[in-house]
């Protein structure tokens, strides 16, 4: 099973944590399953940025961006060319080393 190392985040994960993932889930589900409490206003529908994610490790993994993905990226704060949406981004078998950006341009946070 592959994993998913996330660098410590000053308020979601302060150590950081690595979890197990599942092939073919995506990283946000992943992180919210377990207790990485990643924002996701649009629900995953690939309508907001607010799960943003730096993928360090294991980038070229990960099946091509669309257009879609790519033009909200593009509102993205801190956006890298590392950057791809967790709501996405669909686990493979390969392990990830994932960053979450410091901010957000998320307005209001939805405590999902």
């Known amino acids: 099973m592959p994993q ?48 943003h994610i730096y993928v360090r490790e294991g980038f070229d993994s990960l099946a091509e961006s669309d257009e879609t ?11 890298d060319p590392d950057s791809r949406l967790s709501c996405q981004s669909v686990v493979s078998d390969t392990d990830l080393v994932v960053e979450i950006p410091k901010y957000t341009i998320n307005q209001v946070s939805e405590n999902h």
């Open 4 to 51: 998913i190392i996330i660098l410590p985040h000053h308020e979601l994960c302060p150590e950081g944590v690595v979890i197990e993932a599942k092939s073919g889930e995506t990283v946000c589900n992943a992180m919210l399953a377990n207790d990485v409490e990643i924002e996701h206003a649009c629900e995953m529908s690939n309508a907001c940025t607010t799960c």
């Open 69 to 79: 993905e790519d033009d909200m990226l593009d509102k993205a704060w801190g956006l």
